[in-house]
């Protein structure tokens, strides 16, 4: 057997050294702020209790999975789900449904809390300014039962505001929940309108954040509002935004479950129906719980892909990501 070299012997030390350094570093932390790591219990508790324990519940989706004998004695199936799940013309049709729901949230409704935050952080009257601020993100707390309870008011043919100012001006009524080339709309633009004020106050607590020096300084210099904008504000903005699309692209695949659950209908199925939905279908309606699990480890392994891909783009083009 090899002897270790010098330089071999030179490294494992330097690696045993380092080691110790940050264990007794760790240990005078942990002695000096007792009571803040004792607060982290509850929340590391809480984590893997709920978070990572249920992880052990995956392996359904390797076996046939049946209720009354229980997860170990159920018999194993390898990849057997996973190849009906790819053969399915049902889930192409789901997924398909999936990514483009997203893809049209992020185009049309993720620039506009960046938007809307820079032309709030650009109002002088401080109190029209919070009462808009307010006004805007109070929907983000009402739950989608609500939301979509005032949108189906809103928006139906029968007594609608919406479509009495249609046929009021001479048009026909339209059914936003039965149209299928319609319904997609619906859905983002009463995401947008309840998470539009929630996502402007993260952006504004980042506008908050840059040196009103500069702005002084690139006035002086002869800077307009609209540079001042392009050339202090996005750059400062720039940190927060990767930070949520590279987040966001994790919840490619989630495509606003509940939101939908509560609004689609049989009508727009072809067009609505995604990857949640169609789980909380198979896996309760069915009783496929196999089939169910194997579709949610599919779409958990696609967002780990996405985030991860996201934060190496990121840093390749930013010279910044979320690690």
């Known amino acids: 057997m090899r002897e270790p070299t010098i330089t071999e012997k030179s490294v494992r030390s330097a690696k045993k050294t380092v080691k110790k350094s940050y264990t007794r570093q760790l240990w005078i932390d942990i002695r000096k702020d007792w009571d803040l790591y004792l607060a982290l219990i509850p929340g590391i508790a809480f984590l893997l209790l709920f978070k990572y324990t249920p992880m052990y519940g995956i392996i359904i989706a390797f076996k046939d999975f049946?209720?009354?004998?229980?997860?170990?004695?159920?018999?194993?199936?390898?990849?057997?789900?996973?190849?009906?799940?790819?053969?399915?013309?049902?889930?192409?049709?789901?997924?398909?449904?999936?990514?483009?729901?997203?893809?049209?949230?992020?185009?049309?409704?993720?620039?506009?809390?960046?938007?809307?935050?820079?032309?709030?952080?650009?109002?002088?009257?401080?109190?029209?300014?919070?009462?808009?601020?307010?006004?805007i993100y109070l929907p983000h707390f009402l739950?989608?039962?609500?939301?979509?309870?005032?949108?189906?008011?809103?928006?139906?043919?029968?007594?609608?505001?919406?479509?009495?100012?249609?046929?009021?001006?001479?048009?026909e009524p339209i059914r936003f929940f039965l149209d299928s080339h319609i319904f997609r709309s619906v859905l983002v633009a009463s995401a947008g309108w309840k998470d539009l004020g929630w996502n402007t106050i993260i952006y504004l607590a980042a506008l908050a954040g840059i040196d009103p020096g500069l702005y002084e300084s690139a006035k002086m210099d002869g800077a307009n509002r609209w540079k001042q904008i392009v050339h202090i504000t996005l750059p400062g903005l720039l940190p927060i935004i990767l930070l949520m699309f590279i987040l966001r692209l994790g919840y490619v695949l989630e495509a606003g479950t509940e939101q939908v659950l509560v609004m689609y209908n049989p009508s727009v199925y072809n067009v609505a129906d995604v990857i949640g939905t169609y789980v909380y279908r198979i896996g309760l309606g069915e009783q496929d719980y196999s089939f169910s699990t194997a579709v949610g480890v599919f779409e958990s392994v696609v967002a780990f892909i996405l985030i991860i891909s996201g934060n190496s783009l990121s840093r390749k083009f930013f010279g910044r990501g979320i690690w």
């Open 66 to 135: 049946n209720i009354f004998e229980g997860m170990s004695a159920s018999p194993w199936v390898g990849w057997k789900h996973f190849e009906k799940l790819i053969s399915s013309a049902s889930f192409l049709q789901v997924f398909q449904n999936t990514l483009l729901i997203s893809v049209y949230k992020i185009v049309f409704l993720f620039p506009l809390p960046i938007i809307i935050a820079i032309l709030l952080n650009e109002l002088k009257h401080i109190a029209f300014k919070r009462s808009v601020q307010t006004v």
């Open 143 to 171: 739950s989608w039962v609500i939301v979509s309870g005032l949108f189906i008011d809103l928006l139906s043919t029968n007594g609608g505001i919406v479509n009495k100012m249609i046929v009021a001006l001479g048009g």
